[in-house]
């Protein structure tokens, strides 16, 4: 991986090195990142990272951070649809998000930064926002007689998303490739949540 361009002096080095992780970590996998091997990639000192991360855990909850903002915005490029093709849409864009960036939904999601309760404050804060905006999502679809409206919303939101992630992790962990179940697995979840 090439060295890039310090925006140190923009003032904008955490943005670049968490940019910089995430294509590190998709590139050569989470055992290859390190702050060094940021530090050399983003060309500045090997002390300046230690500005913004305290170490290698801040510096992945900072990725798994940045996947969750990226995730929220997609149910933001959605408000123009309505309905079913807003559900469709919002599973298509989650799967490919999810399959696309491995590493990075990997350290979203997984016991790497949760199970030890390893999480900054930060990403839980942006995970739990998150969450509530899809069970926003799901509130104002059940009122719309969208989304199946005899369990209690925020039900249905967990169920959702635990599905949706479910299918996710065996899309990635390599149980289903065919791009064609996968298609029809994406349109079999939103029938099974569309009342």
């Known amino acids: 991986m090439k060295a890039l361009k310090s925006h140190y002096h923009h003032g904008d080095l955490r943005a670049t090195l968490v940019e910089a992780a995430v294509r590190l970590l998709e590139t050569e996998g989470i055992d290859a990142l390190s702050i060094r091997r940021l530090a050399e990639?983003?060309?500045?000192?090997?002390a300046a990272p230690y500005h913004h991360f305290q170490d290698k855990r801040e510096?992945?909850?900072?990725?798994?951070?940045?996947?969750f903002v990226q995730q929220e915005a997609t149910l933001t490029?959605?408000?123009?649809?309505?309905?079913?093709e807003r559900i469709e849409q919002f599973v298509h864009t989650y799967v490919s998000f999810a399959t696309q960036h491995?590493?990075?939904?990997?350290l979203m999601y997984g016991r790497e930064i949760w199970k030890n309760s390893g999480a900054t404050t930060s990403l839980e804060?942006?995970?739990?926002?998150?969450?509530?905006?899809?069970?926003?999502?799901?509130t104002a679809l059940q009122a719309q007689s969208i989304l199946n409206n005899n369990l209690?919303?925020?039900?249905?939101?967990?169920?959702?998303?635990?599905?949706?992630?479910?299918l996710c992790r065996l899309i990635n962990d390599g149980i289903y490739a065919d791009d064609a179940d996968i298609e029809a697995m994406e349109a079999s979840l939103v029938a099974m949540l569309v009342s």
Do not use: M, N
């Open 77 to 84: 490029a959605l408000e123009d649809l309505q309905g079913r």
């Open 125 to 138: 804060v942006v995970a739990k926002q998150c969450f509530k905006r899809w069970l926003s999502e799901v």
């Open 41 to 46: 990639l983003t060309g500045v000192s090997r």
């Open 59 to 67: 510096l992945l909850c900072a990725i798994a951070e940045a996947g």
């Open 102 to 106: 491995r590493e990075q939904y990997d």
């Open 152 to 166: 209690p919303a925020v039900r249905v939101a967990q169920v959702s998303w635990a599905a949706l992630h479910g």
